[in-house]
């Protein structure tokens, strides 16, 4: 586990209608749902609580590109989620790919036994396990963490 970063992380994907929100414990063994947050104007405080509750080394923000690794309008929305939420918190925001998170987390619910329909409340959740995961075997098995850093937006004079 050389270059590993010990500390809880917060995973998060960002939707629409709803924010996906994982963790993971200190040693990144297992990622783990939390809750679903619904897309409004306290999504972001709602973040920022859970940020004081988790002590969370850094989120991690789902990045959705297509196939082709090319930016999407769900980019663009996550990049200023992205920046929005580093602007509240002092916790380091990183973006990471999340291609496939969303798909294999209907694939994952669909193989327990749930419908679309009935697991629209927890997909969110699921995806933003998956792109959690993801993260933490990526630093694991690279000794780098996976994305990259949304700087913090200076404030012009």
């Known amino acids: 586990m050389t270059g590993f970063r010990r ?3 917060l995973g998060i994907d960002v939707g629409r209608a709803r924010v996906g929100v994982a963790r993971c414990d200190p040693d990144g063994m297992l990622a783990v749902p939390v809750e679903t947050v619904p897309r ?3 999504s972001l ?3 920022a609580e859970l940020a004081k509750e988790y ?3 850094e989120f991690l923000v789902g990045l959705p ?3 082709q690794g090319n930016d999407t309008p769900s980019t663009t929305d996550a990049r200023e989620f992205a920046a929005a939420l580093q602007q509240l918190t002092a916790v380091p925001v990183r973006l990471v790919d999340e291609r496939l998170s ?5 694939a994952a619910l669909r193989g327990s036994g749930r419908t679309q329909r009935n697991s629209r409340s927890i997909v969110d959740q699921v995806a933003a396990v998956v792109l959690l995961q993801h993260a933490i075997d990526t630093e694991k098995s690279t000794g780098s963490p996976a994305g990259s850093v949304v ?3 200076e404030e012009s004079p």
């Open 7 to 9: 500390g809880v992380r």
């Open 40 to 42: 409004s104007e306290t």
């Open 45 to 47: 405080a709602r973040l």
């Open 55 to 57: 002590d969370p080394l």
């Open 65 to 67: 590109v297509n196939m």
């Open 102 to 106: 969303t798909v294999s987390a209907h």
């Open 151 to 153: 700087p913090p937006i």
